[in-house]
């Protein structure tokens, strides 16, 4: 008997890596392994490769190669960002600013700094969609705002917030502003255009191994280190460089860069397929995000009446493997703080799905959740005790 062929869309909890990517790293394993902090042969070879990586990186990003540090993933990066420019520049203040709407390393990283820093945190609403606007953000700027973090791209819903306003708005007020863009491979991060002092990317999502991820700080931002040791990456991230895994980010990021507008088009047209394809096929469901605005790969949407971990199940029992919301919450029995703050009930925010495309995705796969899903869902809602009404819609 045939395996059943497996349709992955959780890209945004992590990518495969990509063919072109796993070539270019597979001699600092087994022929450059030095230590690029070695001054012999085998060392300076493994330098020359990382400092080439770093050049490539800051081509993508148009920023200079010393403003770039190599991470272990996107969350060492947010840290790094929020609490080294928080611990370096809290003699002029100790407010920050960001949304209700960001990542948990965004979210636990700003309560950390609150509860044993000081902190003062203000945590922005956002509209329907999950977007923040730039008169609310001006609104909350204070005389000791020091720093605005705002998500790109949301992990959850999509949703993009329009980072270039956010950021004019930040600097007309001197406050620093960082944007976790680990979601935004397809987007413009072209740091300069979004006018960003600090940005966080990770490998995982890019068809990058995980455990790799970078930090863009801007000439002149202050930031503490959080790891001391020999004082690699400029000082700011001791510890003995992951030379195969920054050479793969590199070219993970040149690739998709490259192909970013014709791949973004090409996943565009299944996304919209599959937002349409479930609308019209299954009864009370709710699109969660911004319909335009919209990441390329992300479907995130509230079934009503059945739990979204059922639905995970059955679809995983069909080879159809998507998610509840991020995977760093996946296993919490709390509702997505995402959905409730789009203004929606728990009972919705528990019954949401996300569906994220990437590079592997075809149109047959597409086929087979529109074939799966409406008879999952309506097998569950017989069995289901639950009756969402209109009015039990909004939190």
């Known amino acids: ?7 992955y869309l959780d890209n945004a909890a992590a ?5 072109r990517v796993k070539a270019v790293m597979e001699r600092f394993w087994s022929r450059d392994y030095g230590n690029p902090g070695s ?8 330098l020359r490769a990382m400092n080439s990586a770093r050049s490539n990186v800051a081509k993508v990003l ?21 609490k080294g ?12 600013i960001t949304s209700r709407v960001e990542h948990k390393s965004v979210l636990e990283t700003c309560k950390y700094l609150e ?5 003062k945190v203000t945590y922005l609403p956002v509209n329907k969609y999950g977007q923040v606007s730039a008169s609310n953000l001006e609104k909350a700027i204070r005389p000791d705002t020091i720093l605005v973090s705002i998500i790109y791209g949301n992990n959850e819903v999509g949703t993009i917030n329009h980072i270039s306003e956010l950021s ?12 976790d863009a680990c979601q935004a491979g397809l987007l413009d991060i072209n740091v300069n255009r979004l006018g960003v002092d600090l940005f966080s990317m990770n490998g995982s999502k890019v068809y990058a191994p995980k455990g790799v991820g970078l930090l863009f700080i801007r000439k002149g931002v202050n930031v503490v280190p959080l790891l001391h040791g020999g004082g690699q990456e400029s000082g700011l991230r001791s510890g003995t460089e992951n030379v195969a895994f920054i050479v793969g980010f590199a070219k993970a990021l040149q690739l998709l860069q490259k192909e970013r507008k014709k791949e973004f088009a090409r996943i565009a047209v299944l996304r919209d397929r599959l937002v349409s394809g479930i609308l019209n096929s299954v009864p009370k469901v709710i699109l969660n995000g911004h319909p335009k605005d919209r990441l390329p790969g992300n479907v995130n949407i509230s079934f009503l009446d059945i739990e979204g971990e059922s639905l995970l199940l059955y679809l995983n029992e069909k080879g159809i493997c998507a998610s509840s919301g991020s995977a760093c919450t996946s296993k919490s029995l709390n509702p997505s703080h995402v959905i409730t703050a ?19 995705t075809t149109s047959a796969d597409i086929d087979r959740v529109l074939k799966v899903l409406p008879g999952a869902v309506e097998k569950l809602r017989r069995l289901s005790p639950v009756n969402i009404k209109e009015e039990d819609l909004y939190g």
């Open 15 to 19: 990518t495969f890596v990509d063919p």
């Open 85 to 96: 420019v928080f611990l370096a520049n809290r003699s002029k203040g100790n407010h920050i």
């Open 1 to 7: 008997m045939l395996a059943m062929k497996e349709v």
């Open 168 to 179: 004019k708005v930040a600097k007309k007020h001197n406050v620093l502003f960082h944007t």
């Open 115 to 119: 509860k044993y820093e000081g902190a």
């Open 39 to 46: 001054f012999h042969v085998m060392g300076l070879r493994a």
């Open 62 to 82: 148009n920023c200079s190669s010393d403003e770039i540090v190599f991470t272990g993933c996107g969350t060492e990066s947010i840290n790094l960002a929020l």
């Open 342 to 360: 789009l203004g929606w009930s728990h009972e919705v925010a528990h019954g949401s799905i996300r569906f994220t495309l990437g590079r592997r």
